[in-house]
Nanobody, 119 residues
Framework: VQLQAFGGGLVQAGGSLRLSCAAS????????MGWFRQAPGKERKFIAS????????LYVEATKGRFTISRDNAVNTVYLQMNSLKPEDTAVYYC?????????????WGQGTQVTVSS
């Protein structure tokens, strides 16, 4: 299984970014997908997850209403649309795949993509 995340970059506060994560080596629709982030000097934290068919999502409170997770099973890709970005959103963002619950112990992780939000 390989997960490749991309789409990070430098953006001003209030701006938007869309992260993508392309998956290969798995039956994509059989896997829940999620995103974590890790800020400098802090532990990795859960942001959002989505069910295999996309009909169920879960968000951490800090990103509700600003971030949207979605997936396109036809192209084996999960997305994280991030709006109204804040400097505290600065982190390395990781995509995650698991056939069960998305957690810090999930089996498959992407390499991470850096998001930097300037004030």
């Amino acid at each position: 299984v390989q997960l490749q995340a991309f789409g990070g970059g430098l953006v001003q506060a209030g701006g938007s970014l869309r992260l993508s994560c392309a998956a290969s080596g798995l039956t994509f629709s059989d896997y829940r997908m999620g995103w974590f982030r890790q800020a400098p000097g802090k532990e990795r934290k859960f942001i959002a997850s989505i069910s295999g068919n996309g009909d169920s999502t879960l968000y951490v409170e800090a990103t509700k209403g600003r971030f949207t997770i979605s997936r396109d099973n036809a192209v084996n890709t999960v997305y994280l649309q991030m709006n109204s970005l804040k400097p505290e959103d600065t982190a390395v963002y990781y995509c995650v795949a698991d056939q069960r619950r998305i957690s810090s112990g999930s089996a498959y992780w992407g390499q991470g993509t850096q998001v930097t939000v300037s004030s």
